[in-house]
């Protein structure tokens, strides 16, 4: 998997000036330390990036770096990046494989009620009826279920804002049972 | 039967328990009307007809299974400012005389503007939490962050030494900004009377002829029978004191101006979604008496009742539109021109920046437009007057947000697509300055 990253490294991000290829070269192995190697993490609260939309990502490195969503230790590592910076990391991090539906035995009840408030809620009108989410709407699909319950509820208790206000409206008559039903189900659905 | 004629808290409150009411009464009649078919089993749960979206969903009202209403979403603008080198000075088109430039770069999202005496420019935005600073010492430009860590101060406005600054849910001001640019001064709060909604809740702000501040409060939602402290314009005091609701019926207006002739206040207004692709229009509203209602959201472009709330309503209850302005145009800030640098014919007369349509399969707008007046201060023409933000290929280049006139009697046009503001000018020119 070493070399399949300093390939993907070298390779996709040749667009970039050298400068910036270097540094998102250096910095890439540190951030797949936490995010996961593979595109999916294996540490809780830690969401999988793998085939994440590059706008999205940029989107969220930019706010990181100017502290409009605060997340230890993303603001940190984003501080000193470039324009360019964010745009490499967000190009290469987009070309990482798409995570994995979180294994083991489903709840089918559970998938049936979750799937009903998926259609109430039309998660799928921007998220795209499969998750892959499309350029500033993130991919939901096969993300870690501890992670979208933070996120779902960062957004319930405007703990976390948006870059626009699209969550914010959607998750208000959202119950914290129903965001519990939801992060199952979109971490298992194939 | 409902009224519109006065307005206040009575009336809204009336109308929001008619609502209230009426709705209540569907949903007891419903069950009688559709008896339980008798020994079927409880069905497994099916999805239940979909439920009604929260107010500030730009999804509201969009048809189902149509797949080319399901291509349509709000555009997302980059989230990154438009390198000075890769800024698409060529695509854009001016009438002949005139001239762009490009004014100053680097600032993502940049929206509303204000100047003060020295010649910097202020420049809000809404999707970051900045407010820039363009100072300009001996012709040479410079970009600052004057403040972080606002939430969508889309508005600034500026008088005797203050610049003020609109939030999304209040306003501040900041006292001798001129000395404190790279002092990172910290905003003081005057009012924050005013709703916490995303929809609509990022405001503009402007200062009129009787020093008073003005600024809006949208419609929190794409279509919805707001209650008495939405769908309006509220002006007062520049110490925050005095606040009054001078006109209402406005689903949300991003630009306004006083007619430099006769001091009444004209304002652009966007006009609801998924009507259909070519309606309604947005309108450019005048107002010539306080507590003019303009129909939001019971009547659109002064003759379009709403297929929802208009039930009830006529569209002659309310003051209609001196101009309309495309349908789903965006239309947002606008201002009068009383420069000197263009021909005569220009003088008074309004430029609008037309943002452009999301909603829309063509799109329509990504322009500055031009609005001619005849002398009684109705309109006379509409016409595009700045083009190319908008390509042939229905694709956007830029977006352009607000105008502002300079001393020197040139334009400038902030564009929150490439985080960027553009100069216009008229005469002959070395050509594209900026670069």
Same mark, same amino acid.
């Given at each position: 998997?070493?070399?399949?990253?300093?390939?993907?490294?070298?390779?996709?991000?040749?667009?970039?000036?050298?400068?910036?290829?270097?540094?998102?070269?250096?910095?890439?192995?540190?951030?797949?330390?936490?995010?996961?190697?593979?595109?999916?993490?294996?540490?809780?609260? &830690? %969401?999988?990036?793998? =085939? /994440?939309?590059?706008? !999205?990502?940029?989107?969220? @490195?930019?706010?990181?770096?100017?502290?409009? $969503?605060?997340?230890?230790?993303?603001?940190?590592?984003?501080?000193?990046?470039?324009?360019?910076?964010?745009?490499?990391?967000?190009?290469?991090?987009?070309?990482?494989?798409?995570?994995?539906?979180?294994?083991?035995?489903?709840?089918?009840?559970?998938?049936?009620?979750?799937?009903?408030?998926?259609?109430?809620?039309?998660?799928?009108?921007?998220?795209?009826?499969?998750?892959?989410?499309?350029?500033? &709407? %993130?991919?939901?699909? =096969? /993300?870690?279920?501890? !992670?979208?319950?933070?996120? @779902?509820?960062?957004?319930?208790?405007?703990? $976390?804002?948006?870059?626009?206000?699209?969550?914010?409206?959607?998750?208000?008559?959202?119950?914290?049972?129903?965001?519990?039903?939801?992060?199952?189900?979109?971490?298992?659905?194939? | 039967?409902?009224?519109?004629?006065?307005?206040?808290?009575?009336?809204?409150?009336?109308?929001?328990?008619?609502?209230?009411?009426?709705?209540?009464?569907?949903?007891?009649?419903?069950?009688?009307?559709?008896?339980?078919?008798?020994?079927?089993?409880?069905?497994?749960?099916?999805?239940?007809?979909?439920?009604?979206?929260?107010?500030?969903?730009?999804?509201?009202?969009?048809?189902?299974?149509?797949?080319?209403?399901?291509?349509?979403?709000?555009?997302?603008?980059?989230?990154?400012?438009?390198?000075?080198?890769?800024?698409?000075?060529?695509?854009?088109?001016?009438?002949?005389?005139?001239?762009?430039?490009?004014?100053?770069?680097?600032?993502?999202?940049?929206?509303?503007?204000?100047?003060?005496?020295?010649?910097?420019?202020?420049?809000?935005?809404?999707?970051?939490?900045?407010?820039?600073?363009?100072?300009?010492?001996?012709?040479?430009?410079?970009?600052?962050?004057?403040?972080?860590?606002?939430?969508?101060?889309?508005?600034?406005?500026?008088?005797?030494?203050?610049?003020?600054?609109?939030?999304?849910?209040?306003?501040?001001?900041?006292?001798?900004?001129?000395?404190?640019?790279?002092?990172?001064?910290?905003?003081?709060?005057?009012?924050?009377?005013?709703?916490?909604?995303?929809?609509?809740?990022?405001?503009?702000?402007?200062?009129?002829?009787?020093?008073?501040?003005?600024?809006?409060?949208?419609?929190?939602?794409?279509?919805?029978?707001?209650?008495?402290?939405?769908?309006?314009?509220?002006?007062?005091?520049?110490?925050?004191?005095?606040?009054?609701?001078?006109?209402?019926?406005?689903?949300?207006?991003?630009?306004?101006?006083?007619?430099?002739?006769?001091?009444?206040?004209?304002?652009?207004?966007?006009?609801?979604?998924?009507?259909?692709?070519?309606?309604?229009?947005?309108?450019?509203?005048?107002?010539?008496?306080?507590?003019?209602?303009?129909?939001?959201?019971?009547?659109?472009?002064?003759?379009?009742?709403?297929?929802?709330?208009?039930?009830?309503?006529?569209?002659?209850?309310?003051?209609?539109?001196?101009?309309?302005?495309?349908?789903?145009?965006?239309?947002?800030?606008?201002?009068?021109?009383?420069?000197?640098?263009?021909?005569?014919?220009?003088?008074?007369?309004?430029?609008?920046?037309?943002?452009?349509?999301?909603?829309?399969?063509?799109?329509?707008?990504?322009?500055?437009?031009?609005?001619?007046?005849?002398?009684?201060?109705?309109?006379?023409?509409?016409?595009?007057?700045?083009?190319?933000?908008?390509?042939?290929?229905?694709?956007?280049?830029?977006?352009?947000?607000?105008?502002?006139?300079?001393?020197?009697?040139?334009?400038?046009?902030?564009?929150?697509?490439?985080?960027?503001?553009?100069?216009?000018?008229?005469?002959?020119?070395?050509?594209?300055?900026?670069?």
């Amino acid at each position: 998997m070493r070399s399949f990253v300093a390939l993907l490294a070298l390779g996709c991000v040749a667009a970039l000036p050298a400068s910036a290829q270097q540094l998102v070269k250096e910095r890439l192995p540190t951030c797949l330390a936490c995010h996961g190697e593979n595109g999916q993490s294996q540490l809780e609260g &830690v %969401p999988s990036l793998g =085939a /994440q939309q590059a706008f !999205y990502v940029t989107v969220q @490195l930019l706010m990181f770096r100017e502290k409009m $969503r605060i997340a230890d230790p993303m603001n940190d590592m984003a501080k000193d990046l470039t324009d360019t910076d964010l745009q490499g990391f967000a190009e290469i991090i987009s070309q990482l494989p798409a995570p994995k539906p979180a294994a083991g035995p489903v709840d089918d009840a559970r998938m049936a009620r979750a799937q009903v408030l998926v259609q109430q809620n039309r998660c799928n009108f921007c998220h795209t009826p499969n998750f892959a989410g499309q350029q500033n &709407v %993130p991919r939901i699909a =096969a /993300q870690r279920e501890d !992670y979208l319950v933070k996120a @779902l509820r960062g957004y319930k208790d405007n703990s $976390r804002h948006g870059y626009d206000a699209s969550m914010a409206d959607v998750i208000a008559p959202i119950t914290d049972e129903q965001i519990l039903d939801l992060a199952y189900y979109i971490a298992r659905v194939k | 039967m409902i009224r519109r004629v006065p307005r206040g808290k009575l009336l809204a409150a009336t109308l929001a328990l008619l609502a209230t009411t009426a709705l209540a009464q569907q949903q007891q009649e419903a069950p009688a009307q559709a008896p339980a078919p008798a020994a079927t089993p409880a069905p497994a749960p099916a999805a239940p007809a979909a439920a009604a979206l929260p107010p500030g969903s730009p999804l509201i009202g969009r048809p189902d299974n149509n797949p080319a209403a399901a291509k349509l979403a709000p555009v997302p603008a980059p989230p990154l400012a438009t390198a000075e080198n890769k800024l698409p000075l060529d695509k854009l088109k001016a009438p002949k005389g005139f001239n762009i430039e490009v004014y100053a770069s680097g600032m993502p999202n940049a929206r509303s503007m204000a100047l003060d005496e020295k010649g910097t420019v202020f420049v809000g935005s809404r999707l970051q939490d900045k407010v820039y600073a363009i100072t300009n010492k001996d012709g040479k430009r410079q970009v600052h962050v004057l403040v972080s860590g606002l939430y969508r101060p889309n508005g600034v406005a500026y008088k005797n030494g203050t610049l003020y600054i609109a939030e999304l849910s209040q306003i501040s001001k900041i006292d001798n900004v001129e000395d404190q640019i790279d002092k990172s001064p910290k905003p003081v709060v005057i009012y924050k009377d005013l709703p916490k909604d995303e929809a609509h809740g990022w405001k503009f702000l402007a200062i009129g002829p009787d020093n008073k501040l003005y600024f809006e409060v949208g419609q929190p939602g794409n279509n919805v029978l707001h209650d008495e402290n939405h769908g309006q314009l509220r002006r007062m005091n520049l110490d925050g004191t005095g606040a009054e609701k001078i006109a209402f019926g406005i689903r949300n207006t991003v630009g306004f101006d006083w007619n430099p002739k006769t001091h009444e206040l004209y304002f652009t207004d966007n006009g609801r979604d998924w009507l259909s692709e070519d309606l309604p229009n947005d309108e450019l509203n005048r107002i010539t008496k306080l507590g003019q209602d303009f129909g939001a959201p019971y009547c659109y472009q002064g003759n379009v009742a709403d297929p929802e709330f208009g039930w009830g309503h006529s569209c002659s209850e309310f003051v209609p539109p001196v101009a309309l302005m495309g349908p789903h145009a965006a239309a947002l800030g606008m201002r009068f021109y009383t420069g000197t640098m263009f021909p005569s014919e220009y003088r008074d007369q309004i430029f609008v920046a037309r943002h452009g349509s999301w909603n829309k399969s063509k799109k329509f707008g990504g322009d500055i437009a031009l609005v001619k007046l005849n002398k009684d201060g109705s309109v006379k023409s509409v016409e595009p007057f700045i083009t190319g933000f908008l390509q042939p290929d229905n694709n956007y280049v830029g977006r352009p947000v607000d105008v502002m006139n300079m001393p020197d009697g040139s334009m400038l046009i902030s564009d929150d697509w490439n985080g960027a503001i553009w100069r216009l000018t008229y005469g002959p020119n070395k050509k594209v300055a900026g670069r």
